[in-house]
C-alpha cells in the first residue's frame, strides 16, 4: 500500500509498515505488533514530535554516552525493524557503543537474524545475550537474564528501548546506569530508569546523534555538570503533563 | 504461556492471547495486532473497567436496540476474534440484530472465514458484506463500501466496533444511526458516530446484555424518552476527563 507523503500521519504509517516488514521477515513477532500500537497511541498524544522533556533527557544522555566507558544498546526486534539505520549512525558517532540482541520472547533463531539484519546494513560492532554470556542478570528468568561478555557483562551505561519493566528494574537494581526509550512515562520502565527519554525511537536517535556531534566541542566539566544537574522525576511529570493537555483537543487518529 | 488469573492486567493479558489466536487462524491480521495496541493504551488509562459515561451509552444503545426495526452490528476481524461469543449472545438477547462481516482489509477468504467462525460458534445471522451486495456506502472505496441485501443495505440502526474513520463518517453522513465502540474518545469515529461507547468490546458487550434483558420490562415511552435525552458530545467529555484524569497516577503497565 502506497502512503501519500502529504498524509498527516505519515512517518507514523511509515513505521508501521517497516515494522510489519520486520515482522514478515521474522525479526518481530506478533506480540510486538500490539506493543507498537500502544506506543502508537501514546506518541499520538504527544503529537508525534519530539517535546522539551524529551529533548533535555537526550541531552544528558549524550553527556552519558560521551563519558561513559563501556555503553551498550539493548536491542530487541521492535527496535531492529524499525531503527536499524539509526542505530549503525548512532554507534558511528558513538564508537565505544556496543549493539547487543537481547529478546522478550527469545530465540536463538531470531537473535541471530536480528544480529545478521543490523550487520547486512554496515553494523560492525553487533553481539547477542545468548551467545557467549559472561554473566546472569539477578532477577530475571529466561535466557534474556544473560549478558554477553564484549557488550553487556562489562558495560557501565545502557540504553534499553520498548523494554518490560521486570528487566528495566533488574538492570538498575544490578548497579547500572539505564537509559530507557519508552512512549509511556508512566510505565515501570519509564519509572525505574535514571533516564528515561519519553520518545518515539527513531525520532529521537536523530536527536541523539545531532546532539552528540555538538557535545564533542563541549567539555568534560560541562557534561558532568549536565549529568548532576538532571532530575529525572521533574522530566517525567512534564511528559505526563504533555499527554494530559495532547487529550484536551480533538485529536484525529 | 499460562496467565495467572491472579495478574493484576489477567483479561488484558488474555484478550491479546485470543487475538493472536486468531491472528494465527487467519482472522486477523497485521495491522489489526496493531490496532488492539492502540485500544490497550486507552484501556488501561481508563482503568480497564466499564466507566459510568460508557454505561450511559450502553443504556441508549439497549433501548436503540429495542426501537429498531433492523439492526446490524458490523464484526471485523478483531472483533471477531475477541468476542465472538459475545456477539452471539447479543444476537440471542436481541434477535433481529445480524451480524455483517465487513472488513478494511478486505480478501473474499478471510470475510468468509470470519462469517464460518461465528456460525461454528453458534451465530445464525451471519451475513458478508461483500456477497449479495445491495447497494453501496456512498464516499467509501474499496469493497467495504458494499452493503448487504439483508443486512446494511436495510438496517435502521447500525453497531461499528474498532472502525475507521472514514467509514464511520459515511454511515452518519449516509442517513444511519450509528453506535460506536472505540477506546479512544477523540478519535475520528467516536466522534462522528450518534452514540460512542468508550469502553473495551468484550466488557461493555457483557453489559450491554444485561441492560437489554432488564429493558425488556422497560415501556417504549420510556425507551424513547432515554433515547431523546441522550447527549452523545457530554458522553465524550466525560470520557476524554477520565482519561486525562487516569494520567495522574502511576500506572503499572
Known amino acids: 500500500m502506497e502512503i501519500p507523503t502529504s498524509h498527516p500521519r505519515y512517518k507514523s504509517l511509515l513505521l508501521r509498515h517497516q515494522l ?7 525479526l518481530v513477532i ?36 560521551l563519558t561513559a ?6 536491542v530487541n526486534g521492535n527496535s531492529a525493524a524499525i531503527a536499524a539505520k539509526e542505530l549503525i549512525e548512532l ?21 541471530k537474524k536480528i544480529a545478521n539484519h543490523l550487520k547486512a546494513l ?32 562489562k558495560a557501565d551505561l545502557v540504553l534499553v528501548a520498548i523494554e518490560d519493566g521486570d528487566r528495566s528494574e533488574a538492570l538498575v537494581k544490578a548497579g547500572y546506569q539505564v537509559v530507557s526509550i519508552d512512549l509511556n512515562p508512566m510505565s515501570r520502565t519509564a519509572q525505574a530508569t535514571q533516564v528515561s527519554i519519553v520518545d518515539e525511537l527513531t525520532r529521537l536517535l536523530a536527536t541523539l546523534i545531532a546532539q552528540l556531534q555538538n557535545d564533542k566541542e563541549v567539555s568534560l566539566d560541562q557534561l558532568s555538570r549536565r549529568i548532576s544537574d538532571y532530575d529525572n522525576s521533574k522530566i517525567l511529570n512534564r511528559a505526563i503533563s504533555a ?11
Chains 1, 2 share one sequence.
Open 122 to 153: 554496515g553494523a560492525t560492532n553487533v553481539v547477542e545475550s545468548s551467545v557467549s554470556p559472561a554473566a546472569i542478570l539477578p532477577g530475571v528468568e529466561s535466557p534474556r537474564r544473560k549478558l554477553n561478555a564484549e557488550g553487556m557483562a
Open 91 to 111: 554507534t558511528k558517532v558513538c564508537n565505544k557503543l556496543t549493539l547487543e540482541v537481547n529478546l522478550f520472547y527469545h530465540s536463538d533463531e531470531r537473535s
Open 243 to 253: 499527554i494530559r493537555n495532547g487529550f484536551t483537543c480533538e485529536v484525529k487518529i
Open 20 to 26: 510489519i516488514d520486520g515482522f514478515k521477515a521474522g
Open 30 to 65: 506478533d506480540s510486538g505488533l500490539i506493543a507498537h500500537g500502544r506506543g502508537e497511541a501514546f506518541d499520538y498524544l504527544l503529537g508525534e514530535k519530539t517535546c522539551d522533556f524529551a529533548k533535555d533527557a537526550i541531552a544528558v544522555t549524550s553527556a552519558m554516552l
Open 69 to 74: 566507558k563501556n555503553p551498550v544498546f539493548s
